[in-house]
């Protein structure tokens, strides 16, 4: 049974006569009777009784004219909640994002979002970048936040048919126990640890501490792997080997022991948003998106 039909059924049953619902549609009377024949055509009965003075509903027609007034109710409560998603005085976003950016870059633009739209709710997952990356094409998040290196072959959106938006540019560290003999230099070449343990971290930070490494012309020591930068820098603190570390890993985390050196031969790590074809059409995703590209 065609919806439309059925609406079109109930105005004339409010209106009391076919020309009515005609004004009150904004359509000709030939139009509204066209849609009337086909709906009884559809229900298989008469449901209106036609006459000089108006209609008259039929027993079928009384009962179709509950149900049509059950689907324009309907209807209209998803016109309102289309209205308060599209108007942002409600909406869910479900975010993932790296360890380092939940620690870091989420919570504030989670609070900006709040203070301009309190009924936005943000539900977030922690993934590293492969597993943000299948949570988006499995649809069970909305919004990923992702990162890469500037190492050849490095695709932050993995080789897969998404949107990759890069916001920020962020400056890799070194990391270095208390007591190293290079923790009095300003500046540190890779090349001078070249004879060190390392530990190294997710497969992404794993794969760019060894092309550095292969750059300076040598083959890293890896004793330990810890995905978290918490660990990482406990390991580093006790001596127990160096590590390279993008910096908002020691912004979420400074280790008060650990010296940290910065070095252009370090690396760079951008991090951005990655969505959907199409997912910035709805506004929550669009406005949290939005406050990430801010900082």
Not at 29 to 43: F, K
Not at 88 to 102: C, I, T
Not at 179 to 208: E, F, N, Y
Not at 245 to 256: D, K, Q, S, V
């Amino acid at each position: 049974m065609d919806p439309r039909r059925l609406l079109i059924f109930r105005e004339v049953a409010r209106s009391g006569s076919i020309s009515g619902a005609a004004r009150a549609l904004g359509w000709t009377q030939p139009a509204v009777s066209q849609h009337l024949r086909a709906l009884e055509r559809e229900a298989g009965c008469t449901l209106l009784l036609r006459a000089t003075t108006g209609v008259e509903l039929t027993e079928p027609g009384r009962a179709l004219l509950a149900r049509a007034d059950a689907v324009a109710g309907e209807l209209h409560v998803a016109r309102e909640e289309l209205a308060e998603l599209t108007s942002l005085r409600r909406g869910r976003v479900r975010l993932a994002a790296y360890p380092s950016a939940a620690a870091t870059l989420v919570p504030r633009a989670m609070a900006r979002l709040r203070a301009t739209h309190p009924d936005v709710d943000v539900a977030l997952t922690e993934a590293e970048p492969p597993e943000a990356l299948a949570l988006l094409e499995s649809g069970d998040v909305d919004l990923a936040l992702v990162f890469g290196y500037d190492d050849p072959g490095d695709d932050p959106a993995g080789g897969r048919a998404l949107v990759w938006r890069p916001l920020v540019d962020e400056p890799v560290d070194l990391m270095l126990p208390p007591d190293h003999r290079l923790a009095r230099r300003r500046s540190v070449a890779v090349a001078d640890l070249a004879d060190q343990p390392w530990i190294v971290g997710c497969v992404r930070c794993r794969a760019h501490t060894l092309r550095v490494c292969a750059t300076a012309g040598f083959e890293p020591d890896v004793r330990h792997e810890s995905d978290d930068y918490v660990v990482v820098q406990n390991l580093v603190a006790v001596g127990l080997g160096v590590a390279l570390l993008p910096r908002t890993a020691t912004e979420a985390f400074r280790h008060a022991d650990v010296v940290v050196r910065p070095g252009r031969a370090f690396g760079t790590r951008t991090y951005g948003t990655v969505h959907r074809e199409g997912a910035l059409g709805v506004p929550a995703t669009a406005a949290l998106a939005a406050v990430l590209a801010t900082g």
